[in-house]
Structure formats: structure tokens, C-alpha cells
């Protein structure tokens, strides 16, 4: 009996020990096309030779040093090449370990601004009801996942929700995008009037919602409403890039297809691509100056921020995808995945929706397409998939969540970005027999 405290203490796992390329390898050599990059984390595949040896390099040179005693070359390099690449108004980097470290840092950051500005009252967060932010107390007091948040209640932090941006689902038939955009900003606007502006923090969202609901991408103009929204109230917008950024959507920020930046920006997953574990939170020039002006201490810290190894491994994952032109293939094949899902599944009853951008794609399963009536969360569809396509040497993500009271079961799939119109072949052909 394995004496591993794993995720489920029922299931048996296949024992994990090779990568190569796409593919990940199990103990008896049966291959896995990384159809979902894990949790969208392995974007260059599981034996990038370059990033191999920049972690290799690292760890004989320096594997660690504290952050309360130095800083180091890693970590500066990968600074400078974030903030030079971020959108308007980013100007440094709080590096973590992971996505939850990295929104429970956001959140403690934009706390410590508005006391250090003298607005301590500003402490109210607004969230939207389809969202994951991670599985810390504040991240997930801050999710939208209800079943999640349940056998913790009460949580630490006052946290309101508003609707997601989820086309599929809400838009209503005949509605415009503008309108469509123009009622959620006014759901959002009688939140903060009814907390009371002066009492709201921050707004937090996921550009394109992730592991809640296969890859939903807002409609365009919601975000940048949201923005202005945020701007008029002096509420900060905390965007949680920490599945859809590095590269996933086709850009290497998600929020720059809406032409949008925000005051915090939160990143893990695709920036270490799984070689080391690390994650971040960018801030702007604003939040960094209140608190250098003030008390000059960010109160917050765990012992490996900005760990050397990681860092190193992180700009090396980010120089690959830069030098070898990674998000041009992002964009195509991102575009031939959609197209070959809809060729395989736009006549399949259960299939009721295909969406995403890039390499972040999103499949929603329904009794009928015409009614969009989810299934049974008894049948627990979700698991089922994941398995059959396990047997058939695919991994894909499939949920089934919690979306405004109904449950509906997805399937997200977020596979490398190094992959060849082939391997979509392979995605679509496994994932049709598991479906
Ligand atoms: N935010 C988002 C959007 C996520 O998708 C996740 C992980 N699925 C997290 C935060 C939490 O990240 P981690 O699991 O690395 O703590």
C-alpha cells in the first residue's frame, strides 16, 4: 500500500516516470498525450532540453538563497524580462511557489495598500461566481466554487459575487455583446453601490474562466468595462491569469486580447511549465510606491519567494517560448483544435458547446443541446471521462462544477505549446471514443 497522502485515498494511479515531448510515460511504458498540460501547467512538453540544463546549471551554481538575506541574478533576469513584456503600468514582481500563494499575495497586497493609504475599511472583495482562485483560506473564500468552499465555512474574508461573463449560458438569445457587456457592468455597479464603494477593495477575475468551466472567454468589451468600473470607484482589479496566462491563449498575458491591464496581475502554471514550482503576482507602479512610501515592508513572505532554481528554470521556459516563436503555433493550432473538435462533435448530442482561445479550449456537456440541460452530477460524467480517455493514453481535464446553482460537466484541454497538427489528430480521435 502506497503510504502517499494522495488527492483521492481510493483511487489507484499509474505510477508517472518519463516524459517525452507531449507525451508523459508510466511505469509499464504506456505513453499519455498531455492533452491538458496537467492543469495547464506543462506548456513546452515534459523534456525541453534547454530549460533541462538551465535548472541543471542553476542547482550547481546556487539552488536557494533566502529573500530576507538576497536577492539573485535568477530572479532579477526574470523580473526585468516579465515587467518589459507586461501590460501598461505593471512594474515588478512578488515571486511564489504557485497560483494560490500568488492571489492569497494579491489579496494581502491590495489589503496593505489601502491601509497603508488610510482607507482600512477598504477591505471587501467582489468576485464572480464562476471562478477557482486557488485552495489557500483567502483563495478560496475568493472562488466561486460553492461545493468547495462548503465544509470550510465560515471563511476568513467578506467576499460578494457577481455573474460570470459565460456567453453560453447567460447571454440571452438576441442580446448584443454590447448590451450583454452593459448588463453585467450594471449588476457589478449595484454591488459596489451596495457595499458602498468606499468599502470595496478589489474585483478579481480570470480573463478566460479555467478549471471551473473549460476555458470561458468573456465577450469582448466586458473586460475593459470592468476596468473603467473598477477605475471610477478607486477599486483594484485583480486579474488571475494563474491558468489562462504565459502564452496559453495565444498571448503572453490573456488580458491583452481586450487591450486591458489592472492593477495586480497573478501568473503560475505555464511561467515554471511544471520544471519547478513557481508563481507571481505583478504590480503596478502604484502599489509598489504606496508601500515603499510608506512603511516600505511588504507584511507577507514565504520561504521560497523567488527561489534561484525556479527563477532560473522560469526564464528559461519564458526565453524557449520567445525564441522559438511558441505563440504563433499557440494561435494555430489553438485555431485547427477548435476546428476539428467542431468537425468531430457539432452533430453530437451531448456536446453543446466548444469554446476557447489558443491552446485553451473548453467543451460543455449537455443532455440536449436544445434545452442545455446539464447531466445528472450522480453520473459523475466527468470522472468517467477522464478515465476512458486515461485508458486510451489521453489526459484531458474534465470537471463537472458548480455554475450559479447548476452543475454541468466540461472538458478542458490545454496541451503543450510545442504541439503539431498530428497530435491534435490524436487529441480529437481519444477524446471522441472517451466522450
Ligand atoms: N487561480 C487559477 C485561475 C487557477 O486555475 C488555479 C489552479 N487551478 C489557481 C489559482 C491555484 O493555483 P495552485 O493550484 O498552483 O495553487
Not at 56 to 85: I, K
Request: net charge neutral; glycine share 10%.
Amino acid at each position: 500500500m502506497s503510504h502517499v497522502f494522495h488527492r483521492s485515498l481510493t483511487a489507484a494511479y499509474p505510477v508517472a516516470v518519463g516524459g517525452d515531448g507531449p507525451y508523459l510515460i508510466d511505469a509499464s511504458g504506456k505513453r499519455y498525450l498531455d492533452a491538458c498540460g496537467g492543469a495547464a501547467v506543462s506548456c513546452l512538453g515534459h523534456s525541453d532540453a534547454a530549460v533541462i540544463a538551465a535548472v541543471q546549471q542553476q542547482v550547481g551554481q546556487l539552488a536557494y538563497a533566502h529573500s530576507s538575506f538576497f536577492t539573485t541574478e535568477p530572479m532579477e533576469a526574470l523580473a526585468d524580462f516579465l515587467v518589459a513584456r507586461a501590460p501598461e503600468g505593471i512594474d515588478s514582481v512578488y515571486f511564489v511557489s504557485g497560483g494560490s500563494e500568488a492571489v492569497e499575495s494579491a489579496l494581502k497586497l491590495a489589503r496593505q495598500y489601502f491601509v497603508e493609504r488610510g482607507q482600512p475599511q477598504r477591505r471587501h472583495i467582489i468576485a464572480r461566481r464562476q471562478s477557482y482562485h486557488g485552495n489557500t483560506l483567502g483563495a478560496l473564500a475568493t472562488g466561486g466554487n460553492a461545493w468547495r468552499r462548503q465544509q470550510f465555512a465560515p471563511l476568513l474574508i467578506d467576499v460578494s459575487r457577481v455573474s460570470p461573463c459565460y456567453a453560453y449560458r447567460n447571454q440571452q438569445p438576441g442580446e448584443t455583446d454590447a448590451h450583454y457587456v452593459a448588463r453585467l457592468g450594471r449588476e457589478l455597479e449595484q454591488q459596489i453601490n451596495e457595499l458602498g464603494a468606499e468599502n470595496v477593495m478589489a474585483f478579481i477575475a480570470e480573463p478566460v474562466v479555467g478549471a471551473t468551466s473549460g476555458a470561458v472567454p468573456a465577450v469582448s468589451g466586458y473586460l475593459r468595462q470592468m476596468r473603467d468600473i473598477c477605475q471610477r470607484h478607486g477599486i483594484l482589479l485583480i486579474l488571475d491569469e494563474v491558468m489562462c496566462g504565459m502564452g496559453r491563449t495565444g498571448t503572453l498575458f490573456a488580458c491583452e486580447h481586450d487591450g486591458v491591464t489592472a492593477d495586480l496581475i497573478c501568473i503560475a502554471k505555464g511561467l515554471g511549465a511544471g520544471y519547478q514550482a513557481i508563481g507571481a503576482v505583478m504590480v503596478s507602479a502604484a502599489i509598489r510606491d504606496t508601500i515603499r512610501d510608506g512603511s516600505g515592508f511588504f507584511q507577507h513572505g514565504h520561504t521560497y519567494i523567488g527561489h534561484a532554481t525556479a527563477c532560473a528554470a522560469a526564464l528559461a521556459v519564458q526565453q524557449q517560448i520567445e525564441q522559438r516563436d511558441l505563440l504563433a503555433n499557440v494561435r494555430a493550432m489553438g485555431d485547427l483544435l477548435q476546428q476539428r473538435l467542431r468537425q468531430r462533435f457539432d452533430t453530437h448530442a451531448h456536446v453543446g458547446d466548444i469554446r476557447g482561445r489558443g491552446l485553451f479550449v473548453g467543451i460543455e456537456l449537455v443532455q440536449d443541446r436544445a434545452s442545455k440541460q446539464p447531466f445528472d452530477p450522480a453520473l459523475r460524467l466527468h470522472a468517467r471521462i477522464k478515465s476512458r480517455a486515461m485508458q486510451a493514453g489521453l489526459m484531458c481535464y474534465p470537471m463537472g462544477g458548480t455554475i450559479d446553482g447548476q452543475h454541468g460537466d466540461h472538458v478542458l484541454l490545454a496541451p503543450p505549446y510545442i504541439i503539431d497538427s498530428r497530435h491534435v489528430d490524436e487529441i480529437v480521435d481519444k477524446l471522441g471514443m472517451a466522450i
